[in-house]
């Protein structure tokens, strides 16, 4: 017998006759690896679940705590996916799944951990404004962020690029770490109890297979060159993934993205930037846009030097995304209704004979 709470399962509710708790372990496209008190089960959605689900974001995600049939001689039916105390959301704007054809999504990449390792190599590659994106995704999923420089043993100076991570981003953990040589590592120890799980987010190439690879003690994932030309890698996982360390902390790993697209992230942006939007309540008019008015403080602010004016160009860019987003999805949804109440008109047309002169 396998103890789920050593998997952060905690019995907050009573469990339906017949049905197992289990945590999504693995998900390959509609398949799923289930841990339960009986092992690992091989599972798949119960038929009635698609009818069930509201939004995508109602389908289950690596790191979610269910219930299921289970079968032990076949696959296991999941029929619930259970509240989540957090979850990691992109913007998905593939729209291919029947039913969200031309729509922006929310897709669930990882659920119910406690913190979100933002990991970025220190070669060219190197950007502390998409650092930024990502903490303002973690800040959302009601998780801690902590930044992760990967490679520092290639990097001499890399005291420095804390130092900036620091400046930019205030408040948040930074540590400079290479999983070659075991610098750093020790650092990390504060972030892996037992039954702490932590999800890993970067881009292709920034060292998450290895990290984990060291973490583990054991080379667990693949890892791959990244290309000399530019610092970026190729895909190295293809799928997610939830790992148990010697340590008893558990680690999802997730593919690397080119791109992050933000999510409904209001409160995300709102802790991110909570020393920026602080400047508001002391401009001259309520209604202040920060371009030109009198007595506004955010352009006394940038003029004096206390804020950064990356910083608050960093802060309009992601306000300007998340914007996007919400209109997008707004002009979908509205576009989506008048194409349903035209078919329908249609419909009632022609049952009526057409057009009458």
Not at 103 to 128: G, P, W
Not at 147 to 175: F, N, W
Not at 231 to 254: C, E, K, N, Y
Not at 308 to 325: C, D, G, I, S, T
């Amino acid at each position: 017998m396998i103890d789920l709470k050593a998997y952060g399962y905690v019995e907050t509710e009573a469990i339906p006759d017949g049905l197992l708790p289990g945590r999504v372990t693995e998900q390959q496209r509609e398949r799923f690896t289930v841990m339960t008190e009986r092992g690992e089960l091989s599972a798949v959605l119960k038929g009635t679940f698609y009818h069930g689900a509201q939004t995508h974001a109602d389908f289950p995600c690596v790191g979610d705590f269910v219930w299921l049939l289970a079968n032990e001689s076949g696959d296991s039916l999941i029929v619930a996916v259970l509240p989540r105390r957090s979850k990691f959301s992109r913007a998905d704007y593939a729209g291919h799944d029947a039913g969200y054809a031309n729509s922006v999504r929310e897709q669930v990449v990882a659920a119910n951990f406690d913190y979100v390792f933002i990991l970025s190599s220190l070669n060219r590659d190197f950007k502390v404004t998409r650092i930024m994106r990502y903490v303002t995704i973690a800040e959302q999923s009601g998780a801690q962020p902590v930044v992760v420089l990967t490679k520092a043993d290639l990097a001499p100076d890399y005291d420095l690029s804390i130092a900036e991570v620091t400046h930019r981003i205030p408040g948040v953990p930074v540590h400079a770490i290479s999983s070659h040589t075991g610098l750093g590592l020790n650092e990390l120890d504060l972030y892996l109890a037992a039954g702490i799980t932590v999800v890993f987010l970067g881009m292709s190439g920034v060292g998450k297979s290895s990290l984990l690879n060291a973490l583990m003690g054991q080379n667990v994932m693949k890892v791959q060159e990244i290309r000399e030309a530019d610092s970026r890698g190729r895909h190295t996982t293809t799928h997610r993934q939830l790992f148990m360390l010697p340590s008893g902390a558990m680690v999802i790993d997730t593919p690397g993205m080119r791109e992050i697209g933000l999510y409904d992230v209001d409160d995300g942006i709102h802790a991110s930037f909570s020393d920026v939007e602080a400047l508001f309540a002391h401009c001259k008019f309520s209604d202040c846009r920060h371009q030109s008015e009198p007595g506004c403080a955010v352009l006394t602010a940038l003029a004096s030097g206390l804020l950064p004016r990356e910083r608050w160009e960093q802060y309009v860019a992601q306000q300007q995304e998340n914007k996007y987003v919400h209109d997008k999805a707004g002009y979908l949804i509205d576009k989506r209704a008048k194409n349903k109440q035209i078919s329908m008109w249609s419909k009632q047309m022609r049952r009526n004979g057409g057009w009458k002169q």
